[in-house]
T-cell receptor, first 115, second 113 residues
Framework: EPEVTQTPSHQVTQMGQEVILRCVPISNHLYFYWYRQILGQKVEFLVSFYNNEISEKSEIFDDQFSVERPDGSNFTLKIRSTKLEDSAMYFC?????????????FGPGTRLTVT | AQSVTQPDIHITVSEGASLELRCNYSYGATPYLFWYVQSPGQGLQLLLKYFSGDTLVQGIKGFEAEFKRSQSSFNLRKPSVHWSDAAEYFCAVGSYNTDKLIFGTGTRLQVFP
């Protein structure tokens, strides 16, 4: 069964460093998402992406964050200058169609630890 | 604003016992409701969803959920739990005009033999 994959599974970085989290969505999907979960808190929406542009973003997704689909398979989340409060589990998701009616398939997550 | 509450952080049941995980939502219009499960090291997997129609929805792995508008609830149930059901369960709400899902904090289910 096709699945969303994410690399790395765990990333440790120092405050102020740039990190890139990578995701390979399901191959025929067109809609891509990032969510994050700070330890002990809710899973929070960050951004949705379609047709090579951001379609929706949350207040969390400020200028420090960016997303890109550099080729036909990868979808990345970049944090330009990490802060301690960016430590969280980051989930990538993809769906074949847009709108809440379509199922979002989630990856296993990348745990980001900022020290 | 939309929100989801899962009042139970951790639930422990014996294998074979029945299960009910609670979910309450806050949303002005008819919500789209979801239950996801996350096993250790795995992504979030959709168990079931409700958009409209029959308020009792069936999902995968023998789970079902009932939408009760009067109680703003969408509780997940299973008549007989298996040890493999041990996981974290997330309730989520969406709406027609957005792709984003709003999640609850999750309920961790532990199953004893």
């Amino acid at each position: 069964e096709p699945e969303v994959t994410q690399t790395p599974s765990h990333q440790v970085t120092q405050m102020g460093q740039e990190v890139i989290l990578r995701c390979v969505p399901i191959s025929n999907h067109l809609y891509f998402y990032w969510y994050r979960q700070i330890l002990g808190q809710k899973v929070e929406f960050l951004v949705s992406f379609y047709n090579n542009e951001i379609s929706e973003k949350s207040e969390i997704f400020d200028d420090q964050f960016s997303v890109e689909r550099p080729d036909g398979s990868n979808f990345t989340l970049k944090i330009r200058s990490t802060k301690l409060e960016d430590s969280a589990m980051y989930f990538c998701a993809s769906s074949a169609q847009g709108g809440t009616g379509s199922e979002q398939y989630f990856g296993p997550g990348t745990r980001l630890t900022v020290t | 604003a939309q929100s989801v509450t899962q009042p139970d952080i951790h639930i422990t049941v014996s294998e074979g016992a029945s299960l009910e995980l609670r979910c309450n939502y806050s949303y002005g219009a008819t919500p789209y409701l979801f239950w996801y499960v996350q096993s250790p090291g795995q992504g979030l997997q959709l168990l079931l969803k409700y958009f409209s129609g029959d308020t009792l929805v069936q999902g995968i792995k023998g789970f079902e959920a009932e939408f009760k508008r009067s109680q703003s609830s969408f509780n997940l149930r299973k008549p007989s739990v298996h040890w493999s059901d041990a996981a974290e369960y997330f309730c989520a709400v969406g709406s027609y005009n957005t792709d984003k899902l709003i999640f609850g904090t999750g309920t961790r289910l532990q199953v004893f033999p």
